[in-house]
């Protein structure tokens, strides 16, 4: 995985006014947890640039007043209005300790079906994988080299060395369909993919 070094400043004070304070200043609040304890810090806006507007996936090397921790991205909120980042929240990461990140898709080979007419349409741009961090590709290669039209991708068609896979096997992932079919194509298979997560919710739910 890429990784990204982002300096920040532990907080004195929390709380809404702080935090109000802090967003005036072009600083994002920002909490981490996942370790011996939630530390609470703050970094100027522009040290996410990298890390937000990107499709890729990073280790975040955080350096807080000389406090050095590993972390991913976990959560992140928005101003509904001027979409400026208003608070973030990290997750503790460790070499030894599997971490759970999303790594996006890299759409590799040329489709047969598509070269025939058909539409290639992508469901899913990123996938939820679990792993050590040193087994975390920067992508998830896809190949369609054998796609004909009608033919489709699920999570569940896919494997990769030494991580896991957490999106249901039967998530869609891309499909090749004919201009006209294309959008009934994807609604079936979303059905077919809801239907049976359904079942799988039923099954595991407690017997009253």
Do not use: W
């Amino acid at each position: 995985m890429k990784t990204l070094t982002i300096n920040g400043n532990l907080r004195e004070e929390t709380g809404k006014s702080s935090s109000k304070q802090l967003r005036k200043s072009e600083n994002v609040p920002c909490v981490i947890y996942g370790g011996k304890e939630n530390i609470h810090f703050y970094a100027h806006k522009n040290s996410f640039k990298n890390l937000v507007y990107t499709p890729d996936a990073h280790i975040v090397n955080l350096d807080l007043e000389g406090k050095n921790l590993k972390a991913v991205m976990k959560d992140i909120q928005f101003h509904p209005v001027t979409d400026e980042i208003m608070h973030i929240d990290f997750v503790e990461v460790f070499d030894n300790k599997p971490v759970v990140v999303e790594v996006p898709l890299k759409i590799t080979g040329d489709s047969p079906g598509v070269k025939a007419g058909g539409k290639l349409r992508i469901k899913l741009r990123k996938l939820k994988v679990k792993g050590l961090m040193s087994d975390i590709p920067e992508i998830l290669p896809v190949d369609i080299s054998r796609l004909n039209i009608g033919q489709s991708v699920k999570v569940g068609d896919l494997s990769f060395d030494k991580i896991e896979l957490l999106d249901s096997a039967k998530s869609l992932v891309l499909a090749v369909a004919t201009a006209r079919g294309a959008q009934k194509a994807e609604e079936e298979a979303e059905e077919a993919a809801e239907g049976s997560q359904a079942a799988e919710t039923e099954a595991e739910a407690p017997s009253e």
